[in-house]
């Protein structure tokens, strides 16, 4: 199956501006995030005084970093199902914030460890630990996790 992206999502920032209306040099989530997604968890919260969406991340970079762990371990042990099931929850969770990139990779990747478990699988799951790690570094660096 060719990997193919889709155009760039609307991007945004998070923490502390209840517009999303940052510019990309006071964002470290502007490449990383879709404004539509946290625009979504946004109404959950008019105004921001519950802090919802810098909790949501906060969680969402906790529960990454354990999941890249887990990734790791299941690549080391070449455990094609735990590397299924990291993608899968991933996949899910990444799109929950709006990191689409990463949610796309994990989509790739769950699919072809499913459908072709044997095929040279290796460049994508380096892509992925990748893109993981860049969303991570991006989250954190953000202020909300």
């Known amino acids: 199956m060719p990997y193919s992206q889709s155009p760039s999502p609307r991007r945004c920032h998070v923490a502390g ?6 510019s990309a040099s006071a964002a470290p989530w502007v490449d990383v995030l879709d404004a539509g ?5 946004r109404e959950l919260d008019p105004g921001g005084r519950a802090g919802l969406v810098a909790r949501v991340v906060s969680t969402y970079a906790t529960s990454l970093d354990r999941l ?3 990734f790791g371990a299941a690549r080391r042990e070449r455990d094609a199902a735990a590397l299924r099931h990291v993608a899968h929850t991933l996949k899910s969770s990444s ?5 689409q990139s ?6 790739e990747v769950e699919a072809r460890l499913r459908d ?3 095929d040279a ?4 799951l380096d892509e992925l630990a990748a893109e993981a790690a860049r969303v991570l570094a ?3 660096a953000g202020g909300a996790a």
Not at 37 to 41: F, G, T, Y
Not at 121 to 124: F, I, K, M, S, Y
């Open 17 to 22: 501006d209840d517009t999303g209306a940052r």
């Open 37 to 41: 997604a946290i625009a979504k968890l």
């Open 68 to 70: 890249l762990a887990q």
């Open 95 to 99: 799109a929950s914030v709006g990191a």
């Open 102 to 107: 990463l949610a796309g990779l994990c989509a």
């Open 116 to 118: 072709a478990p044997g």
């Open 121 to 124: 699988l290796e460049p994508r």
């Open 138 to 140: 991006a989250v954190r």
